[in-house]
């Protein structure tokens, strides 16, 4: 048996070169030795206000991009995490499992709460439990992220821990979080102390697969650095150079130490930059071409993400109803 595999995406803003390098790139490494679940998580992008209209075509973009950057639909299950209702129903009874407490120390929730103003919803501060629930729900042995989510990743393990020590009894696999070495903090091309997010409201802290490969070569000449010229990784002192190091590694397969062999002996900043931002248009265009491939077919998407959804949801169900059953409820 393979070992279990889930990990998922918000269809929020746009998806960015770090998805792919912290996340999307694990997944489609792990298709083969293990039995993968890939989610876009509708749900939780619902936490931060949407346009219905917006949300729905961002929804088939996102799930074409999963499929342009490799995700293969053979290999495995990819749906729509409202598809599968398993997710909010898991979700209510974790909430019972979880503490006020734990969710308030979230970092996410205080930077994400920070921007929402007075009124924040409930379902922001909750967030962590249905991303528990999503994980728990499957037998999950691994999660491929980025170190942003590793926090998530804790809570989910301790609530897990917690119901299998309540009840006695193993009803929950504690999942492993898996947080590639490199790469998984990607930053904000302006701001390179701040992690590059997909719905930053500044284009040019990001590049969007999506972009325009003239638009991403110049997103990276103008990427910050600092004021001196040599080509070093040190996070602490150098964060725009460490960062333009880290996304030439990511998009090319190749660790920092082997990247910065092709830099002995130059001096400043252009060529790495722009190198960096070739290699990077290097693997988006044909990740761009199988996307309006795929975009345009909406019809086969929507197969494809039925089938996943029954598949995931069978899965899903029994494992619901083995927690139903340990807690008392009838099933
Ligand atoms: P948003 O800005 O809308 O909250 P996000 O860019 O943080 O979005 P998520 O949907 O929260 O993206 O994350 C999807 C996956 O990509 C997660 O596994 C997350 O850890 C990873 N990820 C997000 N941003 C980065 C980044 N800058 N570098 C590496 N991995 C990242
Ligand atoms: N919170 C994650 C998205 C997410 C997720 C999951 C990731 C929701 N459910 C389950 C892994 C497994 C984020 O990237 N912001």
Redesign the pocket.
């Known amino acids: 048996m393979k070992p279990i595999v889930l990990?998922g995406?918000?269809p929020?803003?746009h998806m960015?070169i770090?998805?792919y390098?912290?996340?999307m790139r694990n997944w489609v490494a792990m298709q083969d030795d293990h039995d993968t679940l890939f989610s876009l998580v509708d749900l939780h992008a619902i936490t931060v206000k949407q346009d219905p209209k917006d949300l729905r075509e961002r929804c088939y973009d996102f799930v074409a991009l999963y499929l342009a950057c490799g995700i293969d639909p053979n290999k495995s299950t990819v749906f729509i995490q409202s598809h599968v209702h398993q997710h909010a129903e898991l979700g209510w009874i974790l909430n019972c499992y979880a503490y006020m407490g734990e969710l308030n120390r979230m970092t996410q929730f205080k930077d994400k709460s920070g921007k929402q103003g007075k009124n924040i919803n409930v379902g922001l501060f909750d967030y962590p439990v249905l991303m528990a629930a999503d994980i728990l729900l499957y037998g999950t042995d691994k999660v491929?992220?980025?170190?942003?989510?590793k926090q998530h990743l804790e809570l989910a393990r301790d609530i897990a821990s917690r119901f299998n020590n309540q009840y006695n009894d193993e009803v929950f696999t504690v999942p492993e979080p898996f947080i590639p070495k490199q790469?998984?903090?990607?930053?904000s091309l302006q701001e390179p102390t701040a992690?590059?997010?997909?719905?930053?409201s500044i284009e040019k802290n990001y590049v969007s697969l999506l972009d325009d490969p003239k638009k991403i070569i110049k997103k990276l000449k103008s990427a910050v650095t600092d004021s001196e010229t040599e080509i070093r990784f040190d996070r602490e002192n150098k964060p725009g150079v460490s960062n333009l190091l880290e996304l030439m590694g990511g998009v090319t397969d190749r660790t920092v130490e082997e990247v910065l062999k092709d830099y002995e002996g130059v001096e400043g900043y252009g060529k790495l930059k722009i190198d960096t931002g070739e290699a990077i248009v290097a693997l988006v265009e044909p990740i761009q071409q199988r996307f309006h491939e795929i975009r345009s077919d909406q019809s086969a998407m929507r197969d494809i993400l039925k089938q996943g959804a029954e598949k995931a949801s069978e899965r899903a169900q029994d494992q619901l109803d083995k927690v139903k059953d340990t807690i008392g409820l009838i099933v």
């Open positions: 990990s995406i918000q929020s803003g960015t770090g998805n390098i912290g996340a491929p992220v980025g170190q942003d989510q790469g998984a903090r990607i930053m992690k590059m997010s997909k719905s930053d």
